[in-house]
C-alpha cells in the first residue's frame, strides 16, 4: 500500500468534492479513540495506566 502525503490526499479529497478538514477531524477522532484512552468519569485523556493508580478513580472511590 502507497502512503500518500497530506497534499495528495488534499488534492484526492478536494477533486471528490470533500472538505479536507471535515474529513482530517473525523479521521483523528475515529483514529486517537483507538490509541488514547478516555477516562470514565471525566472524559478526558487518561494519562496512567490503570484506573486504580489515577488520582480521580481514588476520590470517586472514596467519596462512595
Do not use: G, W
Amino acid at each position: 500500500m502507497a502512503q500518500k502525503t497530506t497534499d495528495e490526499i488534499r488534492t484526492l479529497l478536494k477533486e471528490a468534492k470533500l472538505d479536507f478538514d471535515q474529513v482530517e477531524n473525523r479521521a483523528l477522532n475515529d483514529y486517537l479513540s483507538k490509541i488514547l484512552h478516555s477516562c470514565p468519569f471525566t472524559e478526558d485523556v487518561c494519562t496512567t495506566n490503570q484506573c486504580s493508580e489515577c488520582s480521580v478513580y481514588e476520590k470517586v472511590i472514596k467519596n462512595k
